[in-house]
Antibody, heavy 120, light 108 residues
Framework: QVQLQESGPGLVKPSETLSLTCTVSGDSIRGYYWSWIRQPPGKGLEWIGYIYSSGITNYDPSLKGRVTISGDTSKNQFSLNLISVTAADTAVYFC??????????????WGRGTLVTVSS | SSGLTQPPSVSVSPGQTARITCSGDTLAVQFSYWYQQKSGQAPVLIIYKDNERPSGIPERISGSNSGTNVTLTISGVQAEDEAVYYCQSPDNRGTGVIFGGGTKLTVL
C-alpha cells in the first residue's frame, strides 16, 4: 500500500531553515497533489501548503514568504523548506496526500509525522 | 468569520451516540471533512465530502451537513473511538484549507 515517511533534523536553531523531506512508497507522486500539515504540541492542525507533481504550489497566506515546497519525481519525494524559524514553528510536521480529484483540498493519506523543535 | 468552530470536548457512555458539531460560513459553500486522531498518532480521514466514508471506516460513523453547520455522528460508541476529532474544509475561495480546533471525545 502507499506509505509516506517524513525525514529531516529534529532540532533547528532560531532564524535558521527547517528542511524536511517526504518519501512516498507504493505509488508514484505523479498525478497527485501533496501537502504539508503541522501540529504544535498540544494544539490543532495547520495546513502549510501543497505541491502538484507538475510543480504547481499553493501556500497558506500566514506562511507565504517563508515557505517553499518542492518535488523530485525521480526520487518520488517532495520537500518542505521554512526559513527564519522561531519557537512558534515547533511542531509535529506531517506529509499528506490530497484527495484524488484535481483541486481536492482534503487529505486521505498521512505520514506518521516528525517532531521539529526550534531551539538554540 | 472564516474559521471553523468545534466544542472542545464531548463525553458519552459506551453504546451511546456521540454527536460532534462544526460550524463556519465556509461550510455553506464547501464540503466538510472529518479526521480522527488518536493519542500519539497521525490523523485518519473518516468522512469526506460531507457524508462519504473511506474504505474501512465503519457504517456507525456518519456525517451530515445543514448549511453552515455539520455534524459527525458516531453510533454505538466504543472505547476505541476515544480520540480528538477535527473538521476541515477548503476556504471560501477553495484555494486554502481551514481546520476546526478539534473535539476531544471521551468514552466514560
Amino acid at each position: 500500500q502507499v506509505q509516506l515517511q517524513e525525514s529531516g533534523p529534529g532540532l533547528v536553531k532560531p532564524s535558521e531553515t527547517l528542511s524536511l523531506t517526504c518519501t512516498v512508497s507504493g505509488d508514484s507522486i505523479r498525478g497527485y497533489y501533496w501537502s504539508w500539515i503541522r501540529q504544535p504540541p498540544g494544539k490543532g492542525l495547520e495546513w502549510i501548503g501543497y505541491i502538484y507533481s507538475s510543480g504547481i504550489t499553493n501556500y497558506d497566506p500566514s506562511l507565504k514568504g517563508r515557505v517553499t515546497i518542492s518535488g523530485d519525481t525521480s526520487k518520488n519525494q517532495f520537500s518542505l523548506n521554512l526559513i527564519s524559524v522561531t519557537a512558534a514553528d515547533t511542531a509535529v510536521y506531517f506529509c499528506t496526500r490530497n484527495g484524488p480529484q484535481p483541486g481536492d483540498l482534503y487529505f486521505d493519506l498521512w505520514g506518521r509525522g516528525t517532531l521539529v523543535t526550534v531551539s538554540s | 468569520s472564516s474559521g471553523l468552530t468545534q466544542p472542545p470536548s464531548v463525553s458519552v457512555s459506551p453504546g451511546q451516540t456521540a454527536r460532534i458539531t462544526c460550524s463556519g460560513d465556509t461550510l455553506a459553500v464547501q464540503f466538510s471533512y472529518w479526521y480522527q486522531q488518536k493519542s500519539g498518532q497521525a490523523p485518519v480521514l473518516i468522512i469526506y465530502k460531507d457524508n462519504e466514508r473511506p474504505s474501512g471506516i465503519p457504517e456507525r460513523i456518519s456525517g451530515s451537513n445543514s448549511g453552515t453547520n455539520v455534524t459527525l455522528t458516531i453510533s454505538g460508541v466504543q472505547a476505541e473511538d476515544e480520540a480528538v476529532y477535527y473538521c476541515q474544509s477548503p476556504d471560501n475561495r477553495g484555494t486554502g484549507v481551514i481546520f476546526g480546533g478539534g473535539t476531544k471525545l471521551t468514552v466514560l
